[in-house]
């Protein structure tokens, strides 16, 4: 034909070939030409159809079979073509139906929190009328927030010979096989699963293998069953004394703050929230005031209690937190340290399901001793040696602490560093005394003293070996202690980090009178140090292209001569260059140079 064909126009009746045969997914437009709609569906319909000459169109549609269709082959043949050319002949294919499983999945009791268990149930049918199923195997790789299995079906939950094995290798997978049913029989079978109690709320999509069997003698795949599960969380708890350290007789504010959780699909919000916390355990006598108090965490809610602290109805919304604090009376006989103080875990209701939380902690401090440390001048060169210093406060008011102790094995930070000059005598009262045992690698104070509210300060040398690697190296004390009262407390020990480095030298610049205008001079400064403070260091050389900083920026200060060691050279306009420099142990230097701007 020699014309466009216009206004292409069919019918397909599918219910004529398979009763219940439908489109789904209908209407589409301009699948031929356009213009061009297919609608319909248990009877197709094209109309608005257009092609060029020597053109042509296809498209698809897809359609569901229906459940109860028997197996075999159907004949569908559409209506015959019409166009404004001509009509064209129908168009005729057959349709093979076959008996294929139908297999699903689904948690059945999500939502649930972080911590409980899930059952998921699987069902498998036999859609065939006349011919068993056999081989029915399948596999389930499981999701990270549900790593194990509480309980597995009984071998032979679907037909004699069916097994299920659960394996962690490589990653916690269910395998099911050997099953077998019955024409137009079916099964159903659960395991139950536990939920990581550290789970994050969300939804977990759990999707399987395809399910394989073998059914009337064919070979037959079905689809993966997939199921969402939903983890719910409830509010997280912290908690700590904001006021502390206190003294004995005194009051501490106690500061909670619960937060929940964003939610899936806007927001899961929190209801019923409870905890508890038990004042008398962390310290006898340790008691609120001025409760109860209303509204602490939503309306309706309250914190109440003397001893034992309650709340009750607290509600947040997805995403919100709630802070309250409490008022605390301590003891006046409330011994110097530190007072853990935990409170229950944290039940609340989140779309119906209780949810646990962990506990709070943190640690009430009666007024005492506390111990800093710090390495005063590293990073130090391997093979040099760098200063420890040591502070001792007593924090208490009214209470002398004696008989303080603390110990500093050395050789936990560093290998074989040793300290200088030991021991020392009187660094924290007197008759007190820092004493190295281990060759020195371990030191310990001993005899220490201090009134109220005072501190000593002490310092000692440390040696760190010639090999040791360039890196952080972290110290922490042990057995910090004293008697406060009569009593030995045990105190907060103290950490400080070491930093070691092969690199001698350090140089610093600065431009210490801008910013300038175009035209104008600037003074650039430059500090060379030499780390080591056992070892000079000779030929120090470096340059500075002040070029690169700014095009046409240039030295006005000509030649500089020992400006860093006798003998040493600062050089250049351009580009700068140090030649000659010496530093003795220890020793920095300094010098200036003006440089003008283009």
Do not use: W
Not at 203 to 216: D, M
Not at 500 to 512: G, I
């Amino acid at each position: 034909r020699r014309s466009d064909a216009t206004d292409i126009a069919f019918t397909d009746d599918l219910d004529a070939a398979l009763t219940g045969l439908v489109a789904v997914g209908l209407p589409v437009s301009n699948v031929c030409g356009t213009g061009s709609v297919l609608s319909g569906t248990d009877l197709l319909s094209l109309t608005g159809g257009n092609l060029g000459v020597g053109e042509s169109c296809t498209f698809n549609v897809t359609l569901q079979v229906p459940s109860a269709a028997v197996p075999g082959a159907y004949t569908n043949t559409t209506s015959t073509v019409t166009a404004d050319v001509g009509a064209g002949s129908p168009a005729t294919d057959i349709l093979f139906v076959e008996a294929v499983p139908i297999f699903t999945k689904a948690f059945i009791d999500d939502p649930v929190s972080a911590g409980g268990t899930v059952t998921l149930e699987f069902s498998i049918t036999n859609t065939s009328p006349d011919a068993s199923a056999t081989g029915i195997a399948f596999q389930d790789v499981l999701n990270s927030v549900t790593p194990s299995v509480v309980s597995l079906p009984a071998s032979g939950y679907c037909g004699a010979g069916s097994t299920v094995f659960f394996t962690t290798n490589p990653s916690p997978t269910l395998i099911f096989s050997g099953a077998n049913l019955a024409a137009a029989s079916s099964c159903t079978f659960s395991v139950v699963l536990n939920v990581d109690p550290i789970a994050q709320a969300g939804i977990y999509t759990n999707t399987t293998t395809s399910l394989s069997s073998t059914v009337g003698g064919r070979e037959i795949s079905t689809d993966p069953a997939s199921d969402d599960l939903q983890v719910v969380a409830g509010p997280t708890l912290t908690k700590e004394f904001i006021d502390d350290p206190v003294a004995p007789g005194d009051t501490v504010t106690l500061q909670f703050s619960l937060t929940q959780v964003e939610g899936e699909e806007g927001g899961v919000p929190a209801t019923d929230i409870t905890f508890s916390d038990d004042l008398d355990a962390a310290l006898t006598g340790l008691v609120a005031v001025g409760l109860p108090l209303s509204d602490v965490c939503g309306t309706g809610s309250e914190i109440s209690g003397t001893m034992t602290l309650l709340l009750t109805g607290g509600s947040l919304a997805s995403g919100e937190t709630c802070t309250f604090s409490v008022t605390l009376q301590v003891p006046a006989t409330a011994p110097a340290g530190a007072h853990t103080n935990t409170t229950s875990a944290v039940v609340a209701t989140v779309l119906g399901v209780t949810t646990t939380s962990i506990p709070a902690s943190d640690d009430l401090r009666i007024a005492g001793l506390t111990l800093t440390k710090d390495f005063i001048d590293d990073p130090v060169v391997p093979g040099d040696t760098v200063t420890l210093r040591y502070t001792i406060t007593n924090d208490s008011p009214i209470s002398s602490a004696t008989d303080i102790v603390f110990q500093d094995n050395l050789d936990t930070a560093v290998d074989n560093m040793t300290g200088l000059g030991l021991p020392l005598a009187d660094v924290c009262g007197t008759g007190s005394s820092l004493v190295g045992t281990s060759a020195n690698r371990v030191l310990t104070l001993t005899g220490g003293s201090l009134a109220p509210l005072a501190s000593c300060t002490f310092d000692v040398t440390l040696q760190v070996p010639a090999g040791t690697a360039s890196d952080s190296y972290n110290c922490t004390t042990d057995i910090f202690r004293g008697t406060i009262d009569g009593g030995l407390v045990i105190f907060e020990n103290a950490s400080a980090i070491l930093v070691v480095s092969s690199d001698f030298l350090d140089l610093t610049k600065e431009f210490t009178d801008d910013p300038v205008g175009p035209g104008e001079a600037v003074t650039l400064s430059f500090t060379v140090t030499n780390l080591s403070t056992t070892d000079p260091v000779d030929s120090i050389t470096f340059t500075d292209d002040l070029d690169a900083v700014v095009s046409g920026l240039v030295s006005t200060s000509g030649t500089l001569s020992d400006v860093c060691g006798l003998g040493s050279e600062l050089s250049g306009t351009g580009l700068l260059s140090l030649t000659g420099g010496n530093l003795p142990a220890g020793g920095s230097c300094t010098f200036d140079v003006t440089l003008m701007v283009p």
